[in-house]
């Protein structure tokens, strides 16, 4: 799909700036009704991608490693 190209590529702020820009323009009720529809299917893809990056970052931090006191210690590999 040719709106989905370049989805990947966005950071993680940059794809929450779009959706929210999307959400906005949906909201406003401005929208025709295929250009609502096209903008729900970017816009669940952009929601899909932030998720995506999301739950990297969480497992990048749950693979902290930590010593006996409870003191960060390094980091443990992940298969993300």
Avoid: H, N
């Avoid at 096209?38 to 990048?60: F, I, P, S, T």
């Amino acid at each position: 799909m040719a709106e989905e190209s370049g989805i990947a590529e966005l950071s993680f702020e940059d794809a929450l700036k779009e959706l929210e820009r999307i959400v906005a323009r949906l909201e406003s009720g401005e929208a025709t009704l295929q250009e609502a529809i096209d903008l729900y299917e970017r816009g669940d893809q952009l929601k899909r991608q932030c998720a995506a990056r999301l739950d990297a970052a969480q497992a990048r931090i749950e693979a902290i490693r930590t010593d006996a006191d409870g003191r960060a210690a390094g980091t443990t590999s992940f298969g993300a």
